[in-house]
């Protein structure tokens, strides 16, 4: 069984970044896709950003695009989501997800970490 564990919640202004990890235990973390999704107050999850098993492939959603990078550390199990430019929209809750098989369908969730853009 899989485990991901997210590190703390964050208060940040406006245009300030930060830095959300995520850490697998059990499976073979090298070979997932993994992904960063939110969840802001009152509306539907969301996909926010992905990357391959290597690392060689990312891919974002245009709302975070050139502003939030995806990484990952397979020695460490741990998945990265470094957060620039940060605006009061990007408030919500993150969530990260392990794919064993394929990049469409998330297997494995964190528990979900809050951050919160002032403005």
């Known amino acids: 069984q899989v485990q991901l564990g997210q590190s703390g919640g964050g208060l940040v202004q406006a245009g300030g970044s930060l830095r959300r990890s995520c850490a697998a235990s059990?499976?073979?973390?090298?070979?997932?896709?993994m992904g960063w999704f939110r969840q802001a107050p009152g509306k539907e999850r969301e996909f926010g950003a992905t990357?391959?098993?290597?690392?060689?492939?990312?891919y974002y959603a245009d709302s975070v695009k050139g502003r939030f990078t995806i990484s990952r550390d397979n020695g460490k199990s741990t998945v990265y989501l470094q957060m620039n430019s940060l605006k009061p929209e990007d408030t919500a809750v993150y969530y990260c997800?392990?794919?064993?098989?394929?990049?469409?369908?998330?297997?494995?969730w964190g528990q979900g970490t809050p951050v919160t853009v002032s403005s």
């Open positions: 990357i391959s098993w290597s690392g060689s492939s990312t």
């Open positions: 059990g499976g073979t973390f090298s070979s997932y896709t």
């Open positions: 997800a392990a794919a064993v098989i394929g990049v469409h369908k998330y297997d494995y």
